[in-house]
């Protein structure tokens, strides 16, 4: 099973470490993992992407044409990433910011409003959590015992208070991700 | 899981395999996107386990200089930078390749030329390979395509540059050095003891003892002779290394009709061009260049009379498929495909090239 997934936005929304997070528990699982960021000068409020492949068998490209799952975080993103997503595949998006509906008939749509929750919870760093807790829920390709581990394995010790928090994110993302 | 795989960047592997390996000093200057190497080993402190030395230096030519100095000492010492810094550090490469010194050099590839871009490149492949600084000499080039080959050739960069007595340079790219993936840690090594290092290179200067005469490292010979004979035997040593220690990997290349040529990140992509290609029923082959010099010209030309053409796929305008043209000599067609100035190709793109430029042409 072979999973190539991008997760573009803004810089600061914490795409790259949701990109991260979900690596690690792919590694948790002894799954071949590779993450890829584009590492343009981008600081808060640019753009930034990362490509995530989680493989039982090795990885060749990093660098991939199109994608099993596309997770877009902002409008731009969605104009480049739309079109990228392969026939069959998935599309998760926030509708925060996004103004253009999605015209692929192709694929599975899925809408996770994770900035009106994160704001909601008066947590904006609980953003990316509830988008990944929305992605497992879709396509559970790590457990979520995992993906805690994950977590551990990606922050900083001083930062492993904030585990349960993250948990609770990635639950309250599971449930609020609808089909469109 | 055992302890050892872990998760990192190529750059941060880099830094922990330098740890490990047992290096006595790191000179750096950072500059994107291989600031992690001097990062990581500034935040793994190794002065205070192994006693390795971590500077960063006022430039990059001061920390080129301060490897020629440690290297003189008989250290395994070592420096990385991209490619604006490489070019910098080129005065120093000649003058330790001229003294026949060991050491490691890492080059963590960008767009240039300039200043450029801080995106992926392999347009410094022809200042790796072909000179860069002034002189006759080479560097014992290693092109990483993966995150554990970065840490792999630390170790092996170094036990080259010590077994020939010559600077060798990891040449790698953004994409190696900023892309995470799993990777076995090599084990430690205790870094040498000064009476290792004296038994170990008697050339070394290590203080004058009253039994020998005084070891002096300079690349200055005023006498022509004389330097016709240093550059005799600086050639006579690039032959050997030549003859043993070529290095290159075969993908699906027993039964190709066609076949690419790729070294590094663009080595990967082209992985799964061979995958797609395949699947299309095309029979490709990948061949990859593990060193770059000594560049692996007969395993080249022996599949020039079983192909039937070659596509060097690099991220620059034409630089390494000059060498497997003159490797091929004429034998097989050989056409190069390329994205430019940090731009990097998908596998389409180069599916299509391969098309265009060699399939139907």
């Not at chain 1, 008066?122 to 497992?136: D, P, S, T, V």
């Not at chain 2, 990948?286 to 192909?307: C, D, E, M, N």
């Not at chain 2, 039937?308 to 690099?314: D, Q, T």
Request: aromatic share 8%; charged share 25%.
């Amino acid at each position: 099973m072979k999973q190539e997934i991008i997760i573009a936005g803004f810089g600061g929304q914490g795409v790259l470490s949701m990109g991260k997070i979900l690596a690690y528990s792919g590694l948790m699982e002894g799954k071949e993992v590779s993450w890829m960021p584009s590492y343009g000068p981008e600081q808060r409020g640019g753009t930034a992407n990362v490509t995530v492949i989680l493989s039982d068998d090795r990885i060749s490209s990093p660098v991939l044409n199109e994608y099993d799952i596309a997770i877009i975080l902002n409008q731009p993103s969605m104009d480049k990433f739309e079109s990228k997503v392969k026939p069959g595949g998935i599309l998760i998006y926030d509708g925060y910011g996004i103004h253009t509906s999605v015209k692929r008939t192709d694929i599975s749509v899925y809408r996770v409003d994770a900035m009106d929750v994160a704001t909601e919870m008066k947590n904006e760093k609980a953003f990316n959590m509830l988008i990944l807790g929305g992605l497992l829920k879709i396509v559970p390709m790590v457990k979520l015992e995992n993906v805690l581990l994950g977590l551990k394995k990606s922050l900083p010790e001083r930062h492993h208070k904030l585990i349960p928090m993250n948990e609770t994110a990635i639950k309250k993302g599971m449930e609020i991700i609808k089909k469109i | 899981m055992a302890e050892d795989i872990k998760l990192m960047k190529g750059n941060e592997a880099i830094a922990h395999a330098a740890i490990r390996y047992g290096v006595d000093g790191y000179f750096g200057y950072p500059i994107t996107p291989q600031s992690e190497i001097l990062e990581t080993l500034m935040a793994e402190m190794p002065w205070e386990t192994t006693g390795m030395v971590v500077l960063q230096a006022e430039s990059e030519v001061a920390a080129i200089n301060m490897v020629y100095g440690g290297a003189g000492t008989g250290k395994k010492v070592m420096t990385s930078s991209s490619s604006p810094g490489i070019s910098l550090k080129q005065e120093g490469i000649s003058y330790i390749a001229g003294a026949e010194l060991p050491c490691l050099i890492v080059n963590v590839m960008r767009g240039g030329p300039g200043l450029g871009t801080i995106q992926p490149s392999q347009a410094d492949y022809f200042q790796t390979v072909k000179g860069g600084g002034h002189g006759d000499y080479r560097l014992i080039t290693l092109a990483p395509s993966s995150v554990q080959e970065m840490a792999d050739f630390v170790g092996l960069g170094f036990d080259l540059a010590f077994k020939y007595s010559n600077p060798a340079i990891i040449l790698a790219d953004g994409i190696i050095g900023q892309m995470m993936e799993k990777v076995v840690m090599p084990p430690f090594h205790k870094r040498r003891t000064e009476e290792e290092i004296i038994a170990e290179c008697p050339w070394a200067v290590q203080g004058k003892t009253a039994n020998r005469k005084s070891n002096v490292i300079t690349s200055l010979e005023l006498d022509p002779a004389k330097m016709e004979e240093n550059n005799i035997r600086f050639q006579a040593k690039y032959k050997k290394i030549e003859e043993n220690e070529v290095r290159y990997e075969e993908f699906f290349c027993d039964d190709a009709e066609y076949l690419l040529i790729a070294f590094g990140s663009s080595a990967r992509i082209c992985q799964k061009v061979v995958e797609n290609a395949r699947a299309e029923g095309i029979k490709l082959g990948l061949l990859r260049p593990i060193t770059l010099w000594p560049f692996p010209a007969k395993i080249i030309a022996k599949y020039a009379g079983q192909v039937k053409g070659m596509l060097s796929v690099e991220l620059n305008a034409g630089q390494m498929v000059e060498d497997v043209r003159l490797a091929v000599n004429g034998k097989v067609k050989v056409e190069h495909f390329g994205r430019l100035g940090g731009i990097v190709f998908t596998p389409d793109e180069v599916l299509d090239a391969l098309k265009t430029l060699i399939i139907e042409n």
